[in-house]
């Protein structure tokens, strides 16, 4: 079965420093792989997607960064936070463009 | 432009109820998918269900249903005889069909209905 990995859960980092989170794959090949971001109010915003290693594409022009090194994993970055990039960060993928997408835990990021 | 509406921001009821989610959505597309997903308290979203636009049949699945209506672009998803474990915030969700290469897979998603069952 497929699983999905996100970490660190959580993080405190301070205004200007550097962010780095990563998700993983387990249990297939090639997938599509997602990065959202849940602000306070709930609304879901997708931020990057990929259908394939080194194919990044942004939805939304912001400070962060995605890259995919390998099939299944994503990183999402940033050089310099800022307090608006407070948030809920959750990974997702799925088997095809048209499927169901499946996320992970999260990881629950506060700029201070 | 794509749109999905939950129009119920909380829902309060007491256990054993039955309670109805609703969702609009708005697309000029003639193929797309719906969604509905459960967002628990710790945080990660469960999928419920998919359904293309092709297929208006209504679903069941134990306690859950959900009514798919294209005529008033309706989604709604109801929970009979509701559980503590119930509790959650729930998302509709849609997505364009494929269009070749650049299909994405992205989810429009609605802002979401608290639910809260109560004891």
């Known amino acids: 079965s497929q699983t999905i990995h996100q970490w660190p859960a959580t993080l405190v980092q301070p205004v200007g420093s550097p962010l780095s989170l990563e998700c993983t794959v387990e249990?297939?090949?090639?997938?599509?792989l997602y990065w959202y971001r849940q602000a306070a109010g709930r609304g879901l915003q997708l931020l990057f997607y990929?259908?394939?290693?080194?194919?990044i594409s942004s939805e939304v022009p912001q400070n962060l960064s995605a890259s995919r090194p390998q099939d299944r994993q994503f990183i999402l970055s940033s050089k310099k936070l800022l307090l608006s990039d407070s948030g809920f960060y959750l990974c997702?993928?799925?088997?095809?463009?048209?499927?169901?997408?499946?996320f992970g835990p999260g990881t629950r990021l506060t700029v201070t | 432009a794509q749109k999905v509406t939950q129009a119920q921001t909380e829902i309060s009821v007491v256990e054993k109820e039955d309670v109805t989610l609703d969702c609009v959505y708005e697309?000029?597309?003639?193929?797309?998918?719906l969604f509905w997903y459960k967002q628990p308290p710790s945080g990660e979203l469960v999928f419920l269900i998919r359904?293309?636009?092709?297929?208006?049949q209504n679903e069941i699945s134990g306690r859950y249903s959900w009514n798919f209506q294209k005529s008033t672009s309706s989604f709604n998803f109801t929970i009979t005889a509701s559980q503590v474990v119930d509790s959650a915030v729930y998302f509709c969700?849609?997505?364009?069909?494929?269009?070749?290469?650049?299909?994405?897979?992205?989810?429009?998603f609605g802002q979401g209905t608290t639910l809260q069952v109560k004891p």
């Open positions: 697309t000029r597309d003639t193929t797309y998918y």
């Open positions: 249990g297939t090949s090639n997938p599509n």
């Open positions: 969700a849609l997505s364009e069909a494929s269009r070749g290469s650049s299909n994405t897979g992205k989810l429009i």
């Open positions: 997702a993928w799925s088997e095809d463009s048209m499927y169901e997408q499946y």
């Open positions: 990929s259908v394939g290693i080194g194919q």
């Open positions: 359904r293309n636009s092709f297929d208006e």
